[in-house]
């Protein structure tokens, strides 16, 4: 009798034991009856029909951070970029995310990267590589409507990282390499050119100054004989004084020239410079 007064004693705790339950905060717990859903218990203390009743599903209600993990994509350009992303989901109905899908996380990553790969591939590589912010904002729209009908909110969703492929890299520094010495050779030929065009100018420029001293040069000797011309008039004895004074003056300077080693003077010099002044030989 008391072995029968001590099990029912022990069978009376462990049925309390498994009717009490305490929900922690920021959880919800499902409630199954006979494998159907029953209830939701709310943080707190809760009562459940022992052998009736289980606990079907923990769901946490805070925020989840979802790691999307990294993919390949291809561009509308048929360049293949690597992009990743996290998301930032909250469960709004328990019911929905454990009865509507069979992982809700595992089914939001999944969605999250088709709609990645859709959206890239309707762009060019630059246009995906430079408009973040409009592939987060498109990527968060196209998944809100199914995380609704999971009983999950899509709080944000963040492009970590989006860049190209290791073999893409290499092509866009040897495009970036090609058109760097492309621009170079432009710089070097445009610089050729002016150079050689304002050599041109300056030579043609000296031309010209050059034809002008030689105009003027030949205007003022004509105008120099003009007037030696009219102060000489018809006599002939002036005109032979100053070609002797030129002649004795030409033969000084070539005697104190530094070249000068030897200086020959004619035989006849007298006789030279009596003709030259007018005078008649001896």
């Given at each position: 009798m008391e072995i029968f007064v001590?099990?029912?004693?022990?069978?009376?705790?462990?049925?309390?034991?498994?009717?009490?339950?305490?929900?922690?905060q920021g959880?919800?717990?499902?409630?199954?009856?006979?494998?159907?859903?029953?209830?939701?218990?709310?943080?707190?203390?809760?009562?459940?029909?022992?052998?009736?009743?289980r606990i079907g599903y923990k769901l946490v209600t805070k925020d989840i951070i979802l790691d999307?993990?990294?993919?390949?994509?291809?561009?509308?350009?048929?360049?293949?970029?690597?992009?990743?992303?996290?998301?930032?989901?909250?469960?709004?109905?328990?019911?929905?995310?454990?009865?509507?899908?069979?992982?809700?996380?595992e089914a939001i990553r999944n969605m999250i990267m088709t709609t990645l790969r859709s959206i890239i591939g309707e762009m060019n590589l630059d246009e995906a590589l430079t408009?973040?912010?409009?592939?987060?904002?498109?990527?968060?729209?196209s998944i809100a409507d199914e995380a609704i009908d999971w009983g999950l909110t899509v709080k944000s969703v963040e492009i970590q990282d989006i860049k190209p492929s290791e073999s893409m890299q290499k092509a866009m520094e040897a495009q970036a390499s090609a058109e760097r010495?492309?621009?170079a050779m432009v710089t070097k030929a445009e610089g050729t050119?002016?150079?050689?065009?304002?050599?041109?100018?300056?030579?043609?420029?000296?031309?010209?100054l050059q034809a002008e001293a030689q105009v003027t040069l030949a205007e003022a000797s004509a105008e120099a004989i003009k007037r030696v011309t009219a102060a000489i008039g018809q006599e002939d004895a002036p005109m032979r004084y100053m070609?002797?004074?030129?002649?004795?003056?030409?033969?000084?300077?070539l005697a104190k020239s530094e070249?000068?080693?030897?200086?020959?003077?004619?035989?006849?010099?007298?006789?030279?410079?009596?003709?030259?002044?007018?005078?008649?030989?001896?």
């Open positions: 001590i099990a029912l004693l022990v069978f009376a705790v462990i049925t309390l034991l498994k009717g009490v339950r305490i929900v922690p959880e919800e717990w499902i409630v199954e009856r006979l494998g159907k859903y029953n209830s939701t218990l709310l943080p707190g203390l809760s009562v459940i029909i022992p052998y009736l009743d999307v993990q990294e993919q390949e994509v291809i561009t509308k350009d048929n360049a293949v970029i690597l992009t990743n992303a996290i998301a930032f989901i909250k469960v709004t109905d328990p019911i929905k995310a454990v009865y509507g899908v069979t992982d809700f996380a408009n973040r912010d409009k592939i987060k904002a498109r990527l968060r729209e010495e492309r621009k050119k002016q150079a050689t065009i304002l050599n041109a100018e300056a030579q043609l420029e000296a031309a010209r070609l002797g004074e030129k002649y004795i003056a030409a033969i000084g300077n070249n000068a080693k030897t200086v020959l003077i004619p035989a006849d010099l007298q006789e030279s410079l009596r003709g030259l002044l007018g005078r008649k030989p001896v």
